[in-house]
């Protein structure tokens, strides 16, 4: 009896392992340099190969969800193409079963700059980072390439303030 106890909670458990496989989620915020919400841009998510694995639209407040990821390192990307918003090079982000929120901020002027923190947190349109966009700067300035670092994900930059990725 206790031996099938036992083998029920492995076999629970390795069937909740693969279902809990693809649950995670990458969710933010798409604001431009004036801090308003951006409807329409797309964030893609590169694996390891540069093959898009999941992307979305941003909404009307500038929110973006992307769900049924792995666990793992992609790169994230924004598909400004089609707007009058400068492109980046991808970011690096690390997403576990709690998620990742990654928030942007773009301009016409400017490479795209991203602020990734683990975990899906409440993200406030209007207000993502929870703080000015100069201590953004300086909380990202001296980043030397695009990547993850103490849990910031950092390209391009506003006014030359972020160090830009280098190729």
């Given at each position: ?16 392992a693969a279902t809990t496989a693809y649950c995670a989620s990458v969710a ?69 079963a709690k998620g990742l929120t990654l928030n942007w901020v773009v301009s ?19 207000d993502p980072f929870g703080m000015s966009m100069l201590a953004f700067s ?30």
């Amino acid at each position: 009896m206790v031996r099938r106890i036992i083998a029920s909670l492995m076999g629970l458990s390795l069937a909740l392992a693969a279902t809990t496989a693809y649950c995670a989620s990458v969710a933010g915020t798409v604001l431009n340099s004036d801090r308003k919400p951006v409807q329409g841009l797309r964030v893609n998510v590169l694996d390891k190969n540069g093959t898009v694995v999941g992307s979305a639209v941003s909404g009307a407040q500038g929110e973006y969800t992307i769900e049924g990821l792995a666990d793992g390192t992609y790169r994230f990307a924004l598909d400004t193409k089609t707007t009058n918003y400068q492109t980046g090079e991808p970011v690096v982000g690390i997403v576990t079963a709690k998620g990742l929120t990654l928030n942007w901020v773009v301009s016409p002027t400017a490479p795209p700059i991203a602020l990734a923190q683990p975990g899906l947190g409440s993200v406030l349109a209007g207000d993502p980072f929870g703080m000015s966009m100069l201590a953004f700067s300086g909380l990202v300035t001296g980043v030397v390439g695009a990547g993850v670092v103490g849990g910031l994900a950092a390209s391009g930059g506003i006014g030359g303030s972020v160090a830009s990725p280098s190729k």
